[in-house]
Nanobody
Framework: QVQLVESGGGSVQAGGSLTLSCAAV??????????MGWFRQAPGKEREGVAA????????LYADSVKGRFTISRHNAKNTVLLQMDRLKPEDSAIYYC???????????????????WGQGTQVTVSS
């Protein structure tokens, strides 16, 4: 069993930056093989895959809407995955969720169905 604990959300003006953090705790044998993803959900909208990171950290994938502005990375020593968000826009406002998958297909890493573990979500609000 893996638990995901998120932090780092908040309010920022358009053009600003925020960094979200996701700490994976629990089964130490599993953590090193986790495919990690960040999703977001705005009111009245479906949950959207934002970024994904392969278990070894060598591959990343981004939604077109955030490509070039968001960066996903892993801090292995702290079992933490970060989402650096730059040049934020009002349309980036949403609840952001960290997710983890064991054995999920990389080609589906922006699809929520492959993820078994989810964080509690953290609110990001970008004002214009």
């Amino acid at each position: 069993q893996v638990q995901l604990v998120e932090s780092g959300g908040g309010s920022v003006q358009a053009g600003g930056s925020l960094t979200l953090s996701c700490a994976a705790v629990g089964n130490t044998n599993t953590r090193g093989s986790l495919l990690m993803g960040w999703f977001r959900q705005a009111p009245g909208k479906e949950r959207e895959g934002v970024a994904a990171l392969s278990p070894g950290g060598e591959f990343t994938l981004y939604a077109d809407s955030v490509k070039g502005r968001f960066t996903i990375s892993r801090h292995n020593a702290k079992n933490t995955v970060l989402l650096q968000m730059d040049r934020l826009k009002p349309e980036d406002s949403a609840i952001y969720y960290c997710a983890a998958s064991t054995g999920g297909r990389w080609s589906k890493s922006l699809e929520s169905d492959i993820y078994a573990y989810w964080g509690q979500g953290t609110q990001v609000t970008v004002s214009s």
